[in-house]
């Protein structure tokens, strides 16, 4: 290998670690190829076992420790750059109780892979919904209040999770009702309500 290619090499090779690590370790053949893997460099990283194939198309650096939210972490890459949502965002910054069967999570795009035990939610997420946990991206509090106002939770479900936000400091009480302009009436009507149990 010549010194341009063995440079080019350990280029991608970085490229494609910033992107894993803001993954926890996992990423996309598609990623792989975006920082110039071609298809025999996958299939060499695989054989070489730097590479550990986790689905079709979904792979982690070998050298990645375990990490207690690492499937949260897979599925999220899995469904295409996810965000953990609704149920399990409000469980994951310590909102109410809710304890989700499923891990809830927000896409834009349609989703062609099946996961067991995954409820995918399809929305339009704006940059300031979301925070990033250092492996896999979350809906703000605020953006989760919404979301689960507008979906199936019961009311008492809803207030516990907005009474717990304001208890650790995690929602402030003017953005929530500023944020509360673009939505629907029923969204209004059941914050409203969390709000005066709340105070």
């Known amino acids: 290998m010549d010194d341009n290619a063995g440079n080019r090499h350990r280029q991608q090779d970085r490229d494609l670690y910033v992107q894993a690590r803001e993954q926890d370790g996992y990423f996309t053949a598609s990623q792989a190829r975006a920082v110039g893997f071609s298809v ?13 194939p986790v689905e079709p198309g979904l792979y982690r650096l070998t050298q990645w420790r375990s990490t207690d939210l690492e499937e949260v972490a897979r599925c999220c890459v899995w469904f295409d750059d996810a965000v953990v949502s ?44 979301c925070e990033h946990t250092g492996s896999f991206r979350i809906t703000t509090p605020l953006r989760t209040v919404l979301d689960l106002a507008e979906g199936g939770v019961s009311q008492w479900v809803l207030d516990e999770v907005v009474g717990d936000g304001f208890a650790i400091g995690r929602l402030d009480r003017g953005a929530l009702e500023a944020a509360l302009a673009g ?6 009507q059941r914050i409203g309500r969390a709000l005066r149990t709340a105070f």
Not at 40 to 52: L, M
Not at 183 to 188: E, K, R
């Open 183 to 188: 939505c629907s009436a029923h969204v209004n």
């Open 40 to 52: 025999a460099d996958i299939g060499a990283a695989i054989v070489a076992g730097s590479w550990v």
């Open 86 to 129: 609704h149920q399990s965002a409000a469980e994951l910054h310590g909102l109410g109780s809710l304890h989700p069967q499923f891990l809830h999570v927000t896409a834009l795009t349609e989703m062609y892979h099946r996961m067991d035990r995954v409820a995918v939610h399809r929305s339009v997420l704006a940059f300031s919904d």
